[in-house]
């Protein structure tokens, strides 16, 4: 068997107990040699992570404040487990030198960075890995996207035997200056990792057993995945499934290397696979939800039958700097579909413009909707499931807002009021759970 990369979360790193745990993982397989981490998490629902501590001491001496009290908690946890594992490193050398550089720089990333970096150095010495540096071997272009070299350069780093350590959420930029991902972005790094040393599987490990068919904390008990494909993880994770970072997939797409999410505390569960193709059982794999969507409603007479009046309205939400989600479209009709935090407070001025430069007969904006998305590759090869769906709804007494499917059939889209949200995504669960 091939090498195998892991990606190792926050929960899964919080104290020493469970760096302990993680090494037992490590060292249970002899082909798990590359090692992403992650900062310390939570240890208990009250803590705070390290890579939020990191961002407000940013904050506090970037304003030129006293940061005293941040890094006196960041460097307890990072001492503590120093010292609980009975390493010979000097970490308050290595703190010292982020305090140097706490306030100078015009981003958060580098003081955001530095508990990805603390703790790959502390897991490097606890497994007698090579640390590999991300600042060095993990590249952005000029425009914040990742760039192709990554691949070669890192690749070339983890050459030899042994493990190898390359701590999560970061990379340089052109100039040599730190760049993170986006939050969450360690599983990135993973993917990133798995493609350059050509793994054979991407063991992402965090605190759940998988993926469930639809959120737990709205569906309790609700069934375990086994196995799903990249593009319907991306349409879960792109409607608020977050057990892994939906911009993950992109670095193994081309390879087809397996992500496996396996639970840390219980790692014997069978958890999720998600691979790059599969023979669907039922329509459905997964439902998921969220609120925060706003729908602009533009109505005009023989709008079908003027060119270019998509573009028009394109244009407009182009010139307020405003990305749309989705558009629904009728023959005098068209819904555009909106994140409330794109919108901001620029919704009444986008409605003149969109009135202006287009001539509509009415341009409005409904608020407080929330979108579900039910996903599903087998979708196409049944008949009835939109039917089934839309019943599910009409017992739950829930009125849909708006309703659309992509040609390929893989996913439908629904708009609801906000305030039926969770009822909504328990009711499609329930007439799916059987059939899937």
């Given at each position: 068997?091939?090498?195998?990369?892991?990606?190792?979360g926050g929960?899964s790193?919080?104290?020493a107990?469970c760096i302990?745990?993680v090494?037992e993982?490590?060292?249970s397989s002899?082909n798990?040699?590359y090692i992403v981490?992650s900062?310390p998490?939570?240890?208990?629902p009250?803590d705070?992570?390290?890579t939020?501590?990191?961002?407000?001491?940013?904050k506090?001496?970037h304003?030129g404040?006293?940061?005293?009290e941040?890094?006196?908690i960041?460097r307890?946890?990072f001492?503590?487990?120093v010292?609980e594992?009975?390493l010979?490193?000097d970490i308050?050398?290595?703190?010292d030198?982020i305090?140097?550089?706490a306030?100078?720089?015009?981003?958060?990333?580098?003081?955001a960075?530095r508990?990805?970096y603390?703790?790959?150095?502390?897991?490097a010495?606890y497994?007698?890995?090579?640390?590999?540096?991300?600042a060095?071997s993990i590249?952005?272009?000029e425009?914040?996207?990742l760039?192709?070299?990554t691949?070669d350069i890192?690749?070339?780093?983890?050459?030899g035997?042994?493990l190898?350590?390359?701590?999560?959420f970061?990379?340089?930029m052109p100039?040599g200056?730190?760049?993170?991902?986006?939050?969450g972005?360690?599983?990135?790094?993973?993917?990133?990792v798995?493609r350059?040393?050509?793994?054979?599987?991407?063991?992402?490990w965090t605190?759940?057993?998988?993926f469930?068919m639809?959120?737990?904390?709205i569906?309790?008990?609700?069934?375990?995945?086994e196995e799903?494909?990249?593009q319907?993880?991306r349409e879960?994770s792109?409607?608020?499934a977050?057990v892994?970072h939906?911009e993950s997939?992109f670095p193994v797409?081309?390879t087809?290397?397996?992500?496996?999410?396996k639970?840390?505390h219980?790692?014997?569960n069978p958890g999720?696979m998600?691979?790059?193709?599969r023979?669907?059982?039922?329509?459905v794999?997964?439902?998921?939800g969220?609120g925060?969507f706003?729908?602009?409603?533009?109505?005009?007479?023989?709008m079908?039958k003027?060119r270019?009046?998509?573009?028009?309205?394109?244009?407009?939400?182009?010139e307020f700097d405003?990305r749309?989600?989705h558009m629904?479209?009728?023959?005098?009709?068209m819904?555009?579909i909106?994140?409330?935090?794109?919108l901001?407070n620029k919704?009444?001025?986008?409605?003149d413009?969109?009135?202006k430069r287009?001539?509509t007969?009415?341009?409005?904006?409904?608020?407080g909707?929330?979108?579900?998305?039910t996903v599903?590759l087998g979708?196409n090869?049944h008949?009835?499931?939109a039917?089934?769906l839309c019943?599910?709804?009409?017992?739950?007494q829930?009125?849909?807002?708006v309703?659309?499917?992509g040609?390929?059939?893989?996913?439908i889209?629904?708009?609801v009021d906000?305030?039926d949200?969770?009822k909504s995504?328990q009711a499609?669960y329930?007439a799916?759970?059987?059939?899937?």
């Amino acid at each position: 068997m091939g090498a195998i990369t892991c990606k190792f979360g926050g929960t899964s790193l919080a104290d020493a107990n469970c760096i302990k745990k993680v090494k037992e993982i490590i060292l249970s397989s002899n082909n798990r040699r590359y090692i992403v981490p992650s900062a310390p998490g939570k240890r208990n629902p009250n803590d705070k992570k390290i890579t939020d501590l990191l961002y407000l001491w940013y904050k506090i001496a970037h304003e030129g404040l006293d940061a005293s009290e941040p890094e006196k908690i960041i460097r307890e946890r990072f001492n503590t487990i120093v010292s609980e594992l009975s390493l010979n490193i000097d970490i308050n050398k290595e703190i010292d030198e982020i305090a140097r550089n706490a306030g100078i720089f015009d981003t958060p990333d580098y003081m955001a960075s530095r508990g990805e970096y603390l703790n790959g150095k502390i897991i490097a010495e606890y497994l007698g890995a090579t640390f590999v540096e991300p600042a060095k071997s993990i590249f952005f272009t000029e425009s914040g996207f990742l760039d192709t070299k990554t691949y070669d350069i890192l690749g070339e780093q983890l050459q030899g035997s042994g493990l190898f350590v390359v701590p999560g959420f970061y990379g340089s930029m052109p100039d040599g200056s730190i760049k993170t991902f986006p939050r969450g972005g360690s599983d990135i790094t993973g993917a990133i990792v798995a493609r350059a040393s050509k793994s054979i599987l991407y063991e992402n490990w965090t605190d759940v057993n998988g993926f469930r068919m639809a959120d737990p904390k709205i569906v309790p008990n609700a069934k375990r995945i086994e196995e799903i494909t990249y593009q319907e993880l991306r349409e879960l994770s792109y409607m608020g499934a977050t057990v892994l970072h939906d911009e993950s997939i992109f670095p193994v797409l081309e390879t087809g290397t397996p992500i496996h999410i396996k639970n840390t505390h219980e790692p014997d569960n069978p958890g999720t696979m998600i691979v790059k193709s599969r023979l669907p059982k039922g329509p459905v794999c997964g439902i998921a939800g969220l609120g925060g969507f706003s729908m602009i409603n533009i109505e005009k007479t023989f709008m079908n039958k003027e060119r270019g009046f998509g573009l028009k309205v394109l244009s407009v939400l182009d010139e307020f700097d405003v990305r749309w989600e989705h558009m629904p479209t009728g023959i005098d009709t068209m819904s555009v579909i909106i994140r409330n935090n794109e919108l901001g407070n620029k919704g009444q001025l986008i409605v003149d413009a969109i009135k202006k430069r287009c001539n509509t007969d009415d341009v409005s904006i409904t608020k407080g909707l929330a979108m579900i998305a039910t996903v599903g590759l087998g979708m196409n090869h049944h008949i009835g499931v939109a039917a089934r769906l839309c019943s599910a709804l009409a017992q739950a007494q829930v009125n849909i807002r708006v309703i659309d499917q992509g040609s390929s059939e893989m996913n439908i889209l629904i708009g609801v009021d906000e305030s039926d949200l969770n009822k909504s995504i328990q009711a499609i669960y329930k007439a799916f759970e059987d059939w899937s």
